[in-house]
C-alpha cells in the first residue's frame, strides 16, 4: 500500500530565503503530483513528475523526482508572500487505478 | 485542461439528513474521484466512480453512508447519507486527463453538518 509522508509539515521563512521541502513515498508510484491549496480554495495543479531524474520549474518552485530514493523535492527559491499556501504532493498508486495518495500537506507563510 | 464544477459549493446541514453533491466536468471521463478533506487535514479518496459500473470503495468508506451514481461520463453524484457532525468536510471531485497533464480537482462542496 501507497504512502506518503512530507516532511516538514509546517514552515516558516522570511522573503528572499531558499528552502526545500521533502516527499517520500513508500512503494513504487507511477507518478508524483505537487499541488497548492490556499485558504478555503480547491487544490491547484503545480507539476506532474513521470520519471527518474525529472525536473519541473515553474517561477519560484522546482520540483524534482528520485524513483530510487522514492523521493520528491520541492525547492523554492527567493520566497515572496504570495508562495504562502498548503503544499500537497500526491502519488499515484501502480496497477491503473488512477487514484491518489496524498501526504498530509505543508503548511508554508512566507513573512516579509 | 478541465473544467469541474460542482454543486453545491458550501451547505449547512441538520444532523440525520443527506445531501446530494453534483460533479460536472467539461469533457467525458473514464473515471471520475470523490475525496473528502476534513477540517485541517489532507484529502482521503472516497470512491472512484465509473460509467456503467458500481463505484469503487476505499477502505472506511461504504456505499451506504456515501452512494454514487455515474450516469454519464462527465457527471457524478456523491450523496452524504445520514450525516453526523463528524461529515462536516470540503468534499472535492477529480478526474485524470492523462500523464501528460494532471488530475484535476473541482472547487469543492463545504459541508457543515449541525
Known amino acids: 500500500e501507497l504512502k506518503v509522508e512530507q516532511n516538514p509539515l509546517f514552515l516558516s521563512m522570511q522573503e528572499g530565503k531558499n528552502y526545500t521541502i521533502y516527499c517520500n513515498y513508500s512503494t513504487t508510484s507511477d507518478r508524483l503530483y505537487w499541488y497548492r491549496q490556499d485558504p478555503g480554495k480547491s487544490l491547484e495543479s503545480l507539476f506532474v513528475l513521470l520519471s527518474n531524474g525529472a525536473v519541473k520549474q515553474e517561477g519560484r518552485l522546482m520540483a524534482s523526482l528520485d524513483t530510487k530514493a522514492r523521493l520528491s523535492t520541492l525547492h523554492i527559491t527567493a520566497a515572496v508572500h504570495d508562495l504562502s499556501a498548503t503544499y500537497f504532493c500526491?502519488?499515484?498508486?501502480?496497477?491503473?487505478?488512477?487514484?491518489?495518495?496524498f501526504g498530509k500537506g505543508m503548511k508554508l507563510t512566507v513573512n516579509p | 485542461s478541465a473544467v469541474i464544477s460542482q454543486k453545491p459549493s458550501r451547505d449547512i446541514c441538520q444532523r440525520g439528513t443527506s445531501l446530494t453533491i453534483q460533479c460536472q466536468v467539461d469533457s467525458q471521463v473514464t473515471m471520475m474521484f470523490w475525496y473528502r478533506q476534513q477540517p485541517g487535514q489532507s484529502l482521503t479518496l472516497i470512491a472512484t466512480?465509473?460509467?456503467?459500473?458500481?463505484?469503487?470503495?476505499e477502505s472506511g468508506f461504504v456505499i451506504d453512508k456515501f452512494p454514487i451514481s455515474r450516469p454519464n461520463l462527465t457527471f457524478s453524484t456523491l450523496t452524504v447519507s445520514n450525516m453526523s457532525p463528524e461529515d462536516s468536510s470540503i468534499y472535492l471531485c477529480?478526474?485524470?486527463?492523462?500523464?501528460?497533464?494532471?488530475?484535476?480537482f473541482g472547487p469543492g462542496t463545504r459541508l457543515l453538518v449541525l
Open positions: 500526491a502519488g499515484m498508486a501502480q496497477g491503473g487505478s488512477e487514484k491518489l495518495v
Open positions: 477529480s478526474v485524470d486527463r492523462g500523464p501528460q497533464e494532471t488530475q484535476y
Open positions: 466512480a465509473n460509467q456503467g459500473s458500481e463505484a469503487t470503495y
